[in-house]
């Protein structure tokens, strides 16, 4: 149960840093 609940993070961190990239690059977009 640990290390499953241990990867799920993992696998949140992961798709938070995606979103905070693709959130980031549209916000320099949009200032350009």
Not at 4 to 23: D, G, I, P, R, V
């Amino acid at each position: 149960m640990y290390v499953k609940n241990a990867s799920k993070k993992h696998k949140t961190q992961k798709y938070m840093q995606k979103f905070q990239l693709l959130y980031f690059k549209r916000l320099k977009s949009q200032k350009i």
